[in-house]
């Protein structure tokens, strides 16, 4: 089993950056495709970005292409989120997940996840 803790949201300027990390119990991390997904309110959960075991392959949500780079330490056992030139619309729950799928964008193939946070950004 796999426990999964976000941290480093917060409130931000429309323009400003932001660094999310998702720090991973257990030994088995390097097994586990990540990714990142958010959850605005009244809206459903939807895909941002998502890297694999080896950190080989990565895939983005396409709003944020160019503005967002996921990576991932597996000797820390962490994976982050660098935001870049924020938008008000990227305002949402911000979650980690892990998969013992290849790397996948749908949020059904994710066995475990953190318990979310909080980033947004004004305008």
């Known amino acids: 089993q796999v426990q999964l803790v976000e941290s480093g949201g917060g409130l931000v300027q429309a323009g400003d950056s932001l660094r999310l990390s998702c720090a991973a119990s257990g030994r088995t991390f390097r097994k586990y495709a990540m990714g990142w997904f958010r959850q605005a309110p009244g809206k459903e959960r939807e895909f941002v970005a998502a890297?694999?075991?080896?950190?080989?392959?990565?895939r983005y949500e396409d709003s944020v292409k160019g503005r967002f780079t996921i990576s991932r330490d597996n000797d820390k056992n962490t994976v982050d989120l660098q935001m870049n030139s924020l938008k008000p619309e990227d305002t949402a729950v911000y979650y980690c997940?892990?998969?013992?799928?290849?790397?996948?964008?749908?949020?059904?193939?994710?066995?475990?996840w953190g318990q979310g946070i909080q980033v947004t950004v004004s305008s």
């Open positions: 997940a892990a998969s013992l799928s290849t790397i996948t964008t749908m949020a059904s193939h994710y066995d475990y």
């Open positions: 890297i694999s075991w080896s950190g080989g392959n990565i």
